[in-house]
């Protein structure tokens, strides 16, 4: 069965500092990994995807995530982190098997201080 | 403006009661799906589409109901609503593998609460 783990509930980082928000997998086949962002009483914002090719991928807002097949994992990072950064973050994983199944992790609340 | 229409964005409903919560995108897209959204398990899948006249039972699909007569709409049913219910329910949709590469676009969702 297809699941995804974001191992910390909360991730709490000063402004300026790097962060890194962790995520995991778990599928038969070749995955397909995204991260959302959700700010409060919001939907869902897309960041970045990984389907294929150069494992580290750029996205939304100064965000980029690192593929690493060997770990299964799809790590969330940023260089610098803002205050305007602090959200709840999901991980989610597809699979090629014609369903279009988003399998989503728990969430991880980033907090960011000044 | 092309994106993914749910509606309503809050509803309170009686234990019992039912309702449909609508979703609509004008993306051509073949893939929709219902998720909710409850504190601490993340965003889990109701049920799915692969296409019009095609639907299929997610993780959670226990007091729901779906059709898909059209390739724009999506409607979610709820049966006879129960407490457990009370969530944030979003839509999304994709285009299919066929069509191109994934890319999901969510609704700005349902903010339900059954009492």
């Known amino acids: 069965a297809q699941s995804v783990a974001q191992p910390e509930d909360q991730v709490n980082v000063a402004e300026g500092n790097p962060l890194t928000v962790k995520c995991t997998y778990s599928v038969s086949g070749n995955p397909y990994l995204f991260w959302y962002v959700q700010y409060p009483n919001r939907g869902l914002q897309f960041l970045l995807k990984y389907i294929t090719g150069d494992n580290l991928v750029k996205g939304s807002y100064g965000f980029e995530a690192e593929f690493n097949k060997s770990q299964t994992s799809f790590h969330l990072k940023k260089p610098s982190a803002l205050v305007s950064d602090s959200a709840l973050y999901f991980c989610?994983?597809?699979?090629?098997?014609?369903?279009?199944?988003?399998?989503f992790g728990q969430g991880t609340t980033l907090q960011v201080k000044p | 403006n092309a994106g993914v229409t749910q509606t309503p964005k809050f509803q309170v409903l009686k234990t019992g009661q039912s309702m449909t919560l609508q979703c609509a995108q004008d993306?051509?897209?073949?893939?929709m799906s219902w998720y909710r959204q409850d504190p601490g398990m993340g965003l889990r899948l109701i049920h799915y589409s692969v296409g019009a006249g095609i639907t299929d039972q997610g993780e959670v699909p226990n007091g729901y109901n779906v059709s898909r007569s059209t390739t724009e709409d999506f409607p979610l049913r709820l049966l006879s609503a129960a407490p457990s219910q009370t969530s944030v329910y979003f839509c999304?949709?994709?285009?299919?593998?066929?069509?191109?590469?994934?890319?999901?676009?969510f609704g700005s969702g349902t903010r339900l609460t059954v009492v």
């Open positions: 999304a949709s994709s285009y299919s593998f066929r069509q191109g590469t994934l890319g999901y676009t």
């Open positions: 989610a994983v597809s699979v090629l098997d014609n369903t279009g199944k988003l399998i």
């Open positions: 993306m051509n897209h073949e893939y």
